[in-house]
């Protein structure tokens, strides 16, 4: 299912703030730490409540490209019990909810993880998560179990954490979340000391930009929906179709790598969805990551695709990354002279021909 922003922090809260409200009276102690924090539970709810407000303005603030959180923090009263705490959760995320629905397509805020910036869905889903894990920090103070809805952790999963792989052999979602953020055990898997999520990828690109297609919305695409993008006449092509029902696959089966998959091109000026570009997964035994495209016909002609392999391959080659990379690679028919000039202008040389493909190759310097 396609992460819906504004409804995914509506459910969390509701489920969440039922939850605390539970705990949010005179029998409880709020000023004792949280479990497994240093904070207090009160200060764990003026962190959620200033999480909340801080990712708004972010959105509001529209701070992508200034390497910096807008310089605002929110603070308790003086004075302010349990209930009044919850009462300031619930406020706050109303208030992020409103501004992610309202947040027009294009708009970044700035976020260090992972490459410096985060869409209004990317700001809705940290905040969900912030709030699902911190709501059960405090819980945990009293020894009261938590445990939210199935379905939206998985969303949370999908969507902030594509590198994990998802819930089997009898796992709970709740569960793997838990994992991945470092506060529970997985079979199989060492306990986290350190963690972070993932925001997808944003790259400019002249005229248009390269947004990476995160795990729900190449399912979506895969099922014929649009993936969160609006697209100029005639796309989808069905190429793009296919390169994301292979990205849903390798995220099921857990083997999926973000920063080896699929890109929409969209064009800056009225942000339309013209193409996609990307790989065909991680770079191979001898270091080649093999790259694709397509646009959508009535977009061809404008340069956009030799702009955006350019600076998808600048931004790629000069990763230094985790997977030793030799170079790009790139096959095309014999008789597509026009992808043969994008790949050319793009830097690509001519390698020895594969099959009955033409081979074209940018080593790494």
Same mark, same amino acid.
């Not at 409804?7 to 029998?27: F, G, W, Y």
């Not at 801080?54 to 019990?81: K, M």
């Not at 925001?199 to 795990?215: C, I, K, R, W």
């Given at each position: 299912?396609?992460?819906?922003?504004?409804?995914?922090?509506?459910?969390?809260?509701?489920?969440?703030?039922?939850?605390?409200?539970?705990?949010?009276?005179?029998?409880?102690?709020?000023?004792?730490?949280?479990?497994?924090?240093?904070?207090?539970?009160?200060?764990?709810?003026?962190?959620?409540?200033?999480?909340?407000?801080?990712?708004?303005?972010?959105?509001?603030?529209?701070?992508?490209?200034?390497?910096?959180?807008?310089?605002?923090?929110?603070?308790?009263?003086?004075?302010?019990?349990?209930?009044?705490?919850?009462?300031?959760?619930?406020?706050?995320? @109303?208030?992020?909810?409103?501004?992610?629905?309202?947040?027009?397509?294009?708009?970044?805020?700035?976020?260090?993880?992972?490459?410096?910036?985060?869409?209004?869905? @990317?700001?809705? $889903?940290?905040?969900?998560?912030?709030?699902?894990?911190?709501?059960?920090?405090?819980?945990?103070?009293?020894?009261?179990?938590?445990?939210?809805?199935?379905?939206?952790?998985?969303?949370?999963?999908?969507?902030?954490?594509?590198?994990? $792989?998802?819930?089997?052999?009898?796992?709970?979602?709740?569960?793997?979340?838990?994992?991945?953020?470092?506060?529970?055990?997985?079979?199989?898997?060492?306990?986290?000391?350190?963690?972070?999520?993932?925001?997808?990828?944003?790259?400019?690109?002249?005229?248009?930009?390269?947004?990476?297609?995160?795990?729900?919305?190449?399912?979506?695409?895969?099922?014929?929906?649009?993936?969160?993008?609006?697209?100029?006449? @005639?796309?989808?092509?069905?190429?793009?179709?296919?390169?994301?029902?292979?990205?849903?696959?390798?995220?099921?089966?857990?083997?999926?790598?973000?920063?080896?998959?699929?890109?929409?091109?969209?064009?800056?000026?009225?942000?339309?969805?013209?193409?996609?570009?990307?790989?065909?997964?991680?770079?191979?035994?001898?270091?080649?990551?093999?790259?694709?495209?397509?646009?959508?016909?009535?977009?061809?002609?404008?340069?956009?695709?030799?702009? $955006?392999?350019?600076?998808?391959?600048?931004?790629?080659?000069?990763?230094?990354?985790?997977?030793?990379?030799?170079?790009?690679?790139?096959?095309?028919?014999?008789?597509?002279?026009?992808?043969?000039?994008?790949?050319?202008?793009?830097?690509?040389?001519?390698?020895?021909?594969?099959?009955?493909?033409?081979?074209?190759?940018?080593?790494?310097?």
């Amino acid at each position: 299912m396609l992460f819906n922003g504004g409804n995914r922090i509506d459910e969390a809260t509701a489920h969440a703030v039922r939850a605390l409200r539970a705990v949010a009276t005179a029998e409880y102690d709020w000023t004792r730490p949280a479990g497994g924090l240093e904070w207090s539970c009160l200060f764990t709810a003026e962190h959620i409540g200033g999480d909340f407000t801080g990712y708004a303005g972010q959105l509001t603030g529209r701070t992508a490209g200034t390497g910096a959180y807008v310089p605002f923090d929110i603070h308790l009263e003086e004075g302010t019990d349990a209930d009044g705490a919850v009462r300031v959760v619930e406020a706050t995320a @109303g208030m992020l909810a409103a501004v992610v629905r309202t947040t027009p397509p294009g708009v970044r805020g700035w976020h260090p993880y992972l490459y410096g910036s985060s869409d209004a869905a @990317g700001f809705a $889903a940290m905040g969900s998560v912030e709030l699902l894990l911190h709501t059960y920090d405090i819980l945990r103070a009293f020894d009261v179990a938590y445990e939210p809805p199935a379905e939206l952790c998985e969303a949370l999963l999908a969507r902030q954490f594509p590198k994990v $792989a998802p819930a089997r052999d009898g796992e709970g979602h709740w569960e793997v979340l838990l994992w991945a953020t470092g506060r529970g055990e997985r079979a199989g898997h060492g306990r986290l000391e350190r963690w972070r999520w993932h925001n997808p990828l944003h790259l400019p690109a002249g005229p248009v930009a390269l947004v990476e297609v995160a795990v729900d919305a190449a399912a979506d695409l895969a099922a014929g929906g649009d993936g969160g993008f609006r697209w100029v006449e @005639g796309g989808p092509f069905e190429g793009t179709r296919g390169a994301a029902g292979r990205i849903a696959k390798a995220y099921a089966a857990g083997t999926h790598r973000p920063e080896w998959g699929m890109f929409a091109v969209v064009r800056e000026e009225d942000q339309l969805a013209v193409g996609a570009m990307g790989f065909h997964g991680a770079p191979d035994e001898e270091g080649w990551a093999e790259v694709g495209y397509d646009l959508v016909p009535a977009a061809r002609g404008n340069g956009y695709a030799t702009q $955006a392999l350019s600076a998808l391959a600048e931004f790629t080659l000069g990763q230094a990354g985790d997977v030793p990379l030799s170079g790009l690679r790139a096959l095309a028919d014999p008789d597509n002279t026009a992808s043969h000039g994008v790949l050319t202008r793009a830097g690509f040389v001519r390698a020895a021909d594969r099959d009955a493909n033409l081979t074209f190759e940018l080593r790494r310097p």
